[in-house]
């Protein structure tokens, strides 16, 4: 299809052609082969350049039906629980397999075994519980520690380490625990680190001078050091450089492999949402359109986080002619998209498309009001498209009972 607007987040709307678009059922998550290969071939050049090795975390994206599209250039999966190391285990069986888990149960911990390489445990007493099992099982163990360092603005719920937060161990806690249980360090191979959202490398860089400052005495010891997530690698104008450098000063000064776990650089600008335009009213001087599409039920981050998601050939409130507050079809008064400006008027059978939207979305929508799942569809890299999975009425019915 001819596509005006230049943004990152539709550069790969090239290879869909306007009968393929008319083809597609609304609403409906499109995933984008090209790019998701493109922001392989950024991490895998991070990857053969440094010697780190790069995971999928797989909370921002687990569409597995397209692992083999990642499985060159990935080193392995990231899971937040038993489920998700199931699946990378299911899936990407010759990869590596990492877990964190704020709290891990007993009941759960025994067949998470089968799955895990890599078991990073969030404080010194799920450590002292499970770490003599796993490391037993011949597993690698590791502690998320929290540098209390917080990089981040206007994403507070994200930030790991705002006062009193529940993830990570700080040094205090660490050096309590080990005073209590002196035989905690040696079960340790690895620290992990999670404090970025959606950064660039400065963040990073910043970071790792806390990390050091608090734990330096601790990374001698240690056989590998997690990054955790939230590098943005592969945005347009990322800083590879400083993101390299920040690698290779920690695996030369410390001696330890270097491991990364980012989930959007991986599907960045790899997916769209395709909706219709159900009806369109006034309120007052408010003009509105009602879509197929929920942001309460199909992407969820909108009202969390919240943000307001790129659509292709829109402006902002006021920059075109027409300007249409977007909500959803639900009967919740806050199950807005956003305020967007057109061209010209929106009217009823309208098609919409939204950018970025293989991230967070598919892993984490719902049916609140009995609103149906978006099927999942391919946009191949030659062009072509396909349906990978559909979902209808017994998806919702079945989660909340049993026949």
């Not at 520690?145 to 917080?150: G, R």
């Not at 990073?204 to 056989?223: G, I, S, W, Y």
């Not at 909500?327 to 919409?352: H, N, Q, R």
């Not at 978006?374 to 559909?390: F, K, M, N, T, Y």
Request: proline share 6%; glycine share 8%; aromatic share 8%.
């Amino acid at each position: 299809m001819r596509v005006r607007d230049s943004r990152p987040p539709f550069a790969g709307l090239a290879n869909l052609s306007e009968e393929q678009l008319h083809r597609l059922p609304t609403p409906c998550y499109l995933l984008d082969e090209a790019q998701l290969r493109r922001n392989g071939e950024i991490l895998l050049g991070v990857q053969q350049r440094t010697g780190c090795r790069i995971l999928l975390a797989q909370k921002a994206f687990s569409n597995f039906n397209v692992y083999p599209v990642l499985a060159p250039y990935l080193a392995g999966t990231e899971a937040s629980g038993l489920y998700e190391s199931r699946l990378g285990r299911e899936e990407l069986p010759e990869k590596e397999n990492h877990v964190f888990c704020a709290a891990y149960r007993a009941d759960e911990f025994e067949e998470l075994l089968q799955y895990a390489d890599h078991i990073v445990f969030n404080s010194p007493s799920q450590l002292a519980k499970f770490g003599p099992a796993a490391k037993a099982a011949g597993k690698s163990i590791g502690l998320r520690i929290n540098p209390e360092c917080s990089t981040q603005e206007g994403h507070e719920i994200y930030d790991p380490c705002a006062p009193g937060s529940r993830l990570g161990t700080t040094r205090a806690q660490w050096d309590a625990a080990v005073a209590a249980h002196p035989e905690l360090p040696a079960l340790l191979d690895g620290l992990h680190f999670h404090t970025l959202c959606e950064q660039d490398a400065d963040a990073l860089a910043v970071t790792l001078k806390a990390v050091e400052a608090k734990f330096a005495d601790l990374l001698p010891k240690m056989k590998w050091v997690n990054f955790g997530g939230g590098h943005h690698v592969t945005r347009p104008g990322y800083d590879l450089v400083t993101l390299e450098q920040c690698i290779c000063q920690v695996q030369q000064t410390y001696g330890v492999q270097v491991y990364l776990e980012p989930g959007e650089a991986w599907a960045l600008n790899a997916g769209y949402l395709v909706t219709t335009v159900l009806d369109t009213l006034h309120n007052g001087d408010t003009s509105l359109a009602i879509l197929d599409m929920s942001a309460a039920c199909h992407t969820p981050d909108v009202i969390e986080m919240p943000y307001r998601p790129p659509l292709l050939d829109a402006g902002e409130a006021g920059e075109k002619a027409c300007t249409v507050r977007l909500g959803g079809p639900t009967c919740l008064a806050g199950d807005i998209v956003g305020d967007y400006s057109f061209d010209v008027p929106l009217t009823e059978g309208d098609k919409l498309i939204f950018g970025d939207m293989a991230i967070y979305t598919t892993c984490k929508n719902n049916t609140f009001n009995g609103m149906p799942l978006p099927p999942i569809w391919l946009l191949g890299a030659d062009g072509s498209c396909r349906e990978l999975v559909h979902f209808g009425y017994q998806d919702f019915k079945m989660r909340l009972g049993a026949i």
